[in-house]
């Protein structure tokens, strides 16, 4: 069974498109969370949820948007996507009480053209 | 502010032998936790270790123990009898404050297990 799953797992755009990064888990977790890791492997976190609240979003464009329908889903919708935004989003989830045991889904890899 | 260093862009080991990683991280927090993810060719993180700041202990998982020198501010993992499957990018983090959910990740040092 997949523990945290990400849909698509490859996506390739044109500049200006608008996409989403579906995300989900199985194992119960109260907290999600996306990362972006750029070329060079720096991994950044991007945001977190706990029961439908963000609690960290870090300087990210607003052009990010995190979308929680409940809490096994933490989609990411992007807006006008630029070259720039090509990296790996790894999605993960965790329990609040134990956030330094993050469980990552395998990764979507976006190439924006 | 809060910063996740490792030196090591690239190490070789030989097989079964052991290797240490470098971390050191930098902090005004008085309590923090410290964790390494491993991250093989197939691109998904795995979380190896953690330690806490106030656990006077180095923690150990396995062939994985974390050398924690407060005072150094060092989080080094040293992994026991290595084997080609560690052939892995190798990720420090950090969680600070250890009640909040701000993590910072270091660059990443990638491991070549040599048979």
């Known amino acids: 069974d997949t523990a945290v799953s990400q849909t698509p797992k490859y996506l390739v755009t044109q500049m200006g498109n608008d996409k989403s990064i579906k995300c989900e888990q199985n194992?119960?977790?109260?907290?999600m969370y996306w990362y972006k890791q750029d070329s060079k492997k720096f991994l950044k976190i991007m945001f977190s949820?706990?029961?439908?609240?963000?609690?960290i979003n870090e300087t990210v464009p607003n052009r990010f948007s995190p979308k929680s329908p409940d809490k096994a889903h933490l989609n990411l919708h992007i807006n006008s996507l630029e070259l720039g935004d090509s990296a790996v989003y790894f999605c993960?989830?965790?329990?609040?009480?134990?956030?330094?045991?993050?469980?990552f889904g395998p990764g979507t890899r976006l190439l924006v053209l | 502010a809060q910063k996740i260093t490792q030196t090591q862009p690239g190490m070789f080991v030989q097989e079964k032998e052991a290797v240490t990683l470098d971390c050191t991280y930098d902090t005004s927090d008085q309590s923090y936790g410290l964790f390494w993810y491993k991250q093989p060719s197939s691109g998904e993180m795995i979380f190896l270790i953690y330690q806490g700041s106030y656990d006077e202990q180095n923690a150990t998982e396995g062939r994985y123990s974390l050398n924690f020198q407060k005072a150094r501010k060092s989080a080094n993992l040293v992994i026991s009898a290595s084997q080609l499957g560690d052939s892995a990018m190798y990720f420090c983090a950090m969680r600070g404050p250890i009640t909040g959910n701000q993590f910072y990740f270091g660059t990443g040092t990638s491991l070549t297990v040599i048979p």
């Open positions: 949820y706990n029961n439908k609240e963000l609690i």
């Open positions: 194992l119960g977790h109260d907290t």
């Open positions: 993960a989830s965790s329990q609040r009480s134990r956030p330094e045991t993050q469980y």
